[in-house]
């Protein structure tokens, strides 16, 4: 009994389509509807794939533009891309599509919705920051100085106390040598 629904089975895994196959039209209009633009040819065909693949992200190497990347994955991307061009799908709806598969990551410039606009807008905010707190600082020790000029009065003070240390200080050691040349002298 076994043997009869195994092999029903597998003809059914055999006829059915790989997922390697090409595109499935009726899985594109399924995730982002109808082509809405002439389908492209020749040159200008490849253009627009070379636009369109520089917007996607390679899934194996992460850091790179499907245009660039030289991996297998990307290399299928691409040839999806044009394939899709090719029928008259826009830009919008390509990205729309790898996205339905690999998420927001697969584009390089993800739109500023939801906490994307946060990665857009931190470096921004962080640049403005850094540039107020140098602001500050510059402006804080500017008038520290600003505030108390010195004057020659402040500066005739300042020498005759500094006199008057130097005086201290000198008297202070020739007693200690007088008291050293003293004890030297008793023993």
């Not at 509807?33 to 020749?42: C, I, S, Y």
């Not at 004057?151 to 200690?176: C, F, G, H, P, W």
């Amino acid at each position: 009994m076994t043997s009869l629904l195994t092999a029903p089975l597998l003809a059914f895994l055999m006829a059915s389509p790989s997922t390697s196959a090409p595109l499935s039209l009726r899985a594109v209009e399924a995730i982002v509807g109808q082509p809405r633009h002439e389908p492209l040819a020749g040159e200008k065909l490849d253009r627009e794939t070379q636009e369109v693949a520089a917007l996607l992200r390679c899934p194996v190497c992460q850091g790179a533009a499907v245009a660039d990347s030289p991996s297998s994955m990307a290399l299928n991307m691409k040839a999806q891309t044009r394939d899709l061009l090719a029928l008259g799908y826009d830009r919008e709806q390509i990205l729309r599509y790898f996205e339905s598969s690999y998420g927001e990551f697969v584009r390089l410039r993800p739109p500023l919705s939801g906490v994307n606009w946060l990665v857009w807008a931190s470096p921004i905010v962080a640049l403005i920051a850094g540039a107020f707190l140098v602001w500050n600082v510059l402006r804080r020790g500017e008038s520290r100085t600003d505030d108390e000029p010195q004057t020659n009065d402040d500066m005739a003070s300042y020498l005759q106390k500094a006199r008057d240390l130097s005086s201290v200080r000198r008297i202070t050691t020739a007693e200690e040598g007088s008291n050293r040349s003293h004890a030297g002298g008793r023993s």
